[in-house]
T-cell receptor
Framework: SQQGEEDPQALSIQEGENATMNCSYK?????LQWYRQNSGRGLVHLIL?????REKHSGRLRVTLDTSKKSSSLLITASRAADTASYFC???????????FGTGTRLKVLA | NAGVTQTPKFQVLKTGQSMTLQCAQD?????MYWYRQDPGMGLRLIYY???????DKGEVPNGYNVSRLNKREFSLRLESAAPSQTSVYFC???????????????FGPGTRLTVL
């Protein structure tokens, strides 16, 4: 399978805590994106990091990328109950328009 | 300004029946995608179209065909549905959003397909 892996598969934290989820992928990439999916709904784009970038911030989100290890992490700081969702990484394979998604992390933030 | 639209929202088929899932985008994007998502799983790429007139296989193309009808529309066809194709199907397009910025994938609301 070309699909990337994410860990943990599920994460449960208290409101106000930080949540970290990791993504590993298999191919050479152009960029990596993180998406959020609320139960039964479509995916919403959160943040993009290019292959020549190492870290990126957007609001309470911080993404890192290590292309030598083919891995990325997403940190959500000061989590809220509304952050409860599944989070997926998606990689754009170099030289193509092909997106490959990871298996996802289910995050539950307890109020 | 609908973004990515998909029809139908729900569908129940019997084994062996055929159907076509429709997808359209109004953002003038070149690239379009079809994914399936099984319960508790991530999205798996079925087919994609980098531009009008081209289509390519993704991770799980068997049992499906696609047509890039024009720049706006990308349809997915199941010729002989099987229970293993029970899933939620998402269409997406890739490009800049209405507020510019980076390219990203924009997703439709999904089609829930059950094959009995």
């Amino acid at each position: 399978s070309q699909q990337g892996e994410e860990d943990p598969q599920a994460l449960s934290i208290q409101e106000g805590e930080n949540a970290t989820m990791n993504c590993s992928y298999k191919t050479s990439i152009n960029n990596l994106q993180w998406y959020r999916q609320n139960s039964g709904r479509g995916l919403v784009h959160l943040i993009l990091i290019r292959s020549n970038e190492r870290e990126k911030h957007s609001g309470r989100l911080r993404v890192t990328l290590d292309t030598s290890k083919k891995s990325s992490s997403l940190l959500i700081t000061a989590s809220r109950a509304a952050d409860t969702a599944s989070y997926f990484c998606a990689t754009l394979t170099s030289g193509t328009y092909k997106y490959i998604f990871g298996t996802g992390t289910r995050l539950k933030v307890l109020a | 300004n609908a973004g990515v639209t998909q029809t139908p929202k729900f569908q129940v088929l019997k084994t062996g029946q055929s159907m076509t899932l429709q997808c359209a985008q109004d953002m003038n994007h070149n690239s379009m995608y079809w994914y399936r998502q099984d319960p508790g799983m991530g999205l798996r790429l079925i087919y994609y179209s980098a531009s009008e007139g081209t289509t390519d296989k993704g991770e799980v193309p068997n049992g499906y065909n696609v047509s890039r009808l024009n720049k706006r529309e990308f349809s997915l066809r199941l010729e002989s549905a099987a229970p293993s194709q029970t899933s939620v199907y998402f269409c997406a397009s890739w490009g800049r959003g209405r507020l510019a910025g980076n390219n990203e994938q924009f997703f439709g609301p999904g089609t829930r397909l059950t094959v009995l």
